[in-house]
């Protein structure tokens, strides 16, 4: 804002002419914030921290039961000719889908098991997926495919962020790879950077020093992310081994990375230390947590890895299966669920047709593919089929869909006539800010306004709460017959959002709260 007001006073502009860039909406008490519009979801407890009469009710995406991309099966010059795995990304860019996913193919025999390109896909609608000729890559005496060239071709993951604040073009696109060091001891992650997604120039080097596979690169907060699991080596308490568990790895400006990590979101340990350790049975977390950043939260999944492993190895070749459960983080380092112990999507719920009709256990596989598409979210996964029999390996990319931040919802408990939720709080812009609702029966709400120690403001409160004339939908205005928020400019509010039951039947639900800085230029100066 000070430098479109600057601006406008060199050039002779009128105040009121000044463009105005949207204000960040700050939450002093969780330390996060969001530029322009903040989401508070109903199940981040830390943007609605206080309720009565409120429980949660989790929403169920709906599968798409058509995959969206399956391997070219008998195309042996086809990167992908055994299995397509998103541990991957998806972009939406300039009227596009774009999507970077790893393949899997056979070398000479379905014994002979490749890791690895890197491919790349587009699609007009982000349903319907081509695989544009490349010609970078040679496979089985062919370049006519849609691999991606990199250095050590063998990969099991690509994580892509489209960093416009770079002010390098040729760093546009940022690329985590998962590749495995020429020791072929651990998988670790290499760096790419790319002015256009296909063209990619990798790093010299690993720049962290450790075994980790990882399942989402981020942004958040000026900070970059790396969300993985250790391998092979984790420790838990007292220096025992560790099953798979999710850490994180920070990078300041994507060259430089911090040696040490975090713990990012962790399941309990085994009482019994000898029964820990990535050989052992028991549910873990499969590489971690793949988010979403909106700015003041992060949203995604973590693969719950019930682990039957063959005797003496890490994996269960038949057995190991994978759910998924959701969590949310205000920092992007520490995840929590929402609803602890819920799965919110079953291996079974999104599962593999397998071709040639082999038994297998379902893992769902999570990456960077979690993107809102007009008035839907729209989550890009895997399926992974784990076979008995190598030679029966596949693997597809797949999509769920939920009507936009309907991840779940507060609604009144059972018998309850009304319920009550206080937004944590937060510093109103100096140009005001506007309050909409994602949720149904909304014209039965009731918005108040109170000061950070819960202190009401009588013209925004009670008889003068902010009510909808919008029954149900995805951004049902909040208005204030007697004022705005504008007047409270730069002071530190809470809302306390009102739910009610009129009649028997009703079911109001609470999916999102919205706050959205004004971008009305300031009156010109008198």
């Given amino acids: 804002m000070l430098k479109a007001l600057l601006f406008a006073a060199i050039c002779g502009l009128p105040l009121c002419a000044a463009a105005q860039t949207p204000e960040a909406i700050k939450f002093p008490t969780i ?3 969001a530029i322009g519009r903040a989401t508070l979801l109903a199940i981040d407890d830390y943007s609605l921290p206080l309720r009565k009469n409120l ?3 989790m929403t169920k995406p709906t599968v798409r039961e058509e995959p969206l991309l399956t391997p070219r099966r008998g195309d042996t010059s086809a990167p992908d000719h055994v299995a397509c795995h998103f541990y991957g990304t998806v972009l939406q860019e300039e009227g596009k889908f774009r999507m970077w996913y790893y393949a899997v193919g056979w070398i000479k025999e379905p014994t002979d098991f490749q890791e690895g390109p890197i491919c790349y896909a ?5 349903i319907h997926w081509t695989r544009p000729n490349l010609g970078q890559v040679e496979i089985n005496g062919s370049r006519n495919n849609n691999a991606i060239d990199l250095p050590r ?7 892509i962020v489209r960093d416009d604040d770079d002010p390098d073009p040729q760093r546009r696109y940022k690329m985590v790879y998962e590749n495995r060091p020429k020791h072929d001891k651990y998988m670790s992650v290499r760096m790419a950077t790319s002015p256009d997604g296909i063209k990619w120039t990798a790093g010299t080097d690993y720049p962290i020093d450790d075994g980790l596979e990882p399942c989402a690169f981020y942004k958040h907060d000026g900070f970059y992310f790396i969300n993985a699991q250790f391998a092979p080596n984790g420790f838990s308490e007292g220096g025992h081994k560790a099953g798979r568990q999710g850490f994180v790895w920070l990078s300041t400006n994507f060259k430089d990375w911090l040696q040490e990590s975090g713990e990012s979101f962790t399941l309990p340990e085994p009482k019994d230390p000898m029964e820990r350790g990535l050989d052992k049975p028991g549910d873990q977390v499969h590489l971690g947590c793949a988010p979403v950043s909106m700015g003041n939260v992060l949203v995604g999944f973590y693969a719950i890895w019930h682990a039957h492993p063959n005797p003496g190895d890490w994996f269960g070749d038949g057995t190991t299966s994978g759910d998924w459960g959701l969590v949310v983080s205000n920092d992007g380092q520490h995840f929590r669920e929402a609803v602890k112990g819920h799965v919110y999507l079953h291996g079974s719920e999104s599962g593999v047709k397998h071709p040639d009709g082999v038994d297998h256990q379902m ?3 999570q990456g960077n593919g979690i993107i809102n598409v007009g008035d839907e979210t729209r989550i890009y996964h895997g399926r992974w089929a784990n076979t008995k029999e190598w030679k029966d390996y596949y693997g597809e990319i797949a999509l769920a869909t939920l009507p936009r931040d309907r991840w779940g919802a507060l609604g009144l408990i059972p018998g309850a006539q009304a319920g009550t939720v206080w937004t944590a709080p937060f510093i109103v812009p100096a140009n005001g800010c506007r309050v909409t609702i994602n949720g149904e029966q909304v014209d039965d709400m009731q918005v108040e306004v109170a000061d950070e120690r819960f202190a009401f403001n009588p013209a925004l409160s009670g008889a003068n709460a902010g009510t909808s004339n919008k029954t149900d939908g995805l951004d049902c205005p909040v208005a204030w017959a007697s004022g705005d928020l504008k007047s ?7 809302l306390r959002v009102h739910l009610n039951r009129k009649e028997a039947t009703d079911e109001p639900r609470l999916f999102a709260v919205y706050i959205e800085s004004s971008t009305e230029p300031l009156a010109q100066a008198k």
């Avoid at 587009?122 to 982000?126: F, I, L, Q, T, Y």
Wanted: glycine share 14%; hydrophobic share 25%; aromatic share 10%.
């Fill in 55 to 57: 429980c949660y009710y």
């Fill in 488 to 494: 409270l400019a730069g002071k530190t509010i809470r």
């Fill in 153 to 159: 071709q063998k990969t099991q993951g690509t994580f």
């Fill in 122 to 126: 587009e699609s007009d609608d982000g």
């Fill in 363 to 365: 893992i769902l596989a």
């Fill in 31 to 33: 330390g996060s914030q």
